[in-house]
């Protein structure tokens, strides 16, 4: 089990690493940076110069404002058992986290490595990607109801930056109601919902309210409210 620095900026969730920063991102399937590789509690892995697309960390440090070494995906973190808070993230080889008081999220599905869970939302269960790199959440248009509450500005490197209108939105995680805000996906981007089968994105906002366990040992995610949180190990 090794534990990093984290700095959470702009909705980011950005890690120092070995001297490096890096961005971790659930809702990337693959890493990629300067250098070649990277070492998380001493196991090696290779990382590609750029990502998806051909995106480059230039790119994506140019979108963004922020100033980071690489991009943590899916080809990596899921490897692990991860803690994430907005100070620190925990890597682990299993679940040795306390969990006792947690709401569970089994993850129950994923496409090409992405986790997928489910929220009920209007009062139906809603498959969802969690995408810690997503600063924004999103949903189908159909599910975006009332007035907008305003604009909001986001990226994709592929379109580059954009505003889109967001909603507060009611969401039922485990028996209790989170209000949340959605943003609508732009044209070009909503055949990412399509493509996986999925109603929405989930994104680090979550953050604001609970320390989060991603489990890949047992296939589930544990959220812990940041109020109650115990930083204790089994």
């Known amino acids: ?65 922020l100033e980071f070494d690489g991009l943590i995906g899916m080809d990596i973190l899921k490897n692990f058992d991860i803690r994430f808070t907005q100070n620190e993230i925990v890597f682990s080889d299993t679940l040795t986290f306390r969990t006792n008081s947690a709401i569970k999220l089994p993850i129950i599905d994923t496409v090409m490595d992405i986790p997928i869970i489910n929220l009920t939302i209007g009062q139906k269960d809603r498959r969802i990607v969690f995408d810690t790199g997503a600063k924004l ?15 909001a500005e986001d990226f994709y490197p592929s379109i580059g930056r954009y505003k889109t209108k967001v909603y507060e939105v009611d969401v039922m995680i485990n028996e209790k109601v989170e209000t949340l805000t959605f943003g609508s996906l732009p044209a070009p981007l909503r055949m990412l919902l399509t493509m996986t089968g999925t109603k929405g994105i989930v994104g680090s906002e979550l953050l604001k309210k ?25």
């Open 1 to 65: 089990m090794i534990t990093f620095s984290v700095q959470f900026l702009e909705g980011h969730i950005i890690a120092k690493i070995n001297k490096f920063k890096y961005i971790i991102d659930t809702g990337s399937p693959m890493s990629f940076g300067y250098g070649t590789t990277i070492t998380i509690d001493q196991k090696q892995f290779p990382i590609s110069r750029t990502g998806m697309g051909g995106t480059t960390i230039e790119a994506l440090s140019s979108l963004s404002g």
């Open 137 to 151: 959440s999103y949903l189908s248009d159909e599910l975006l109801t009332g007035t907008s509450v305003g604009d």
């Open 210 to 234: 609970y320390s989060i366990i991603y489990s890949n040992s047992s296939k589930m995610l544990f959220l812990e409210s940041t109020n109650n949180y115990e930083d204790e190990l089994d």
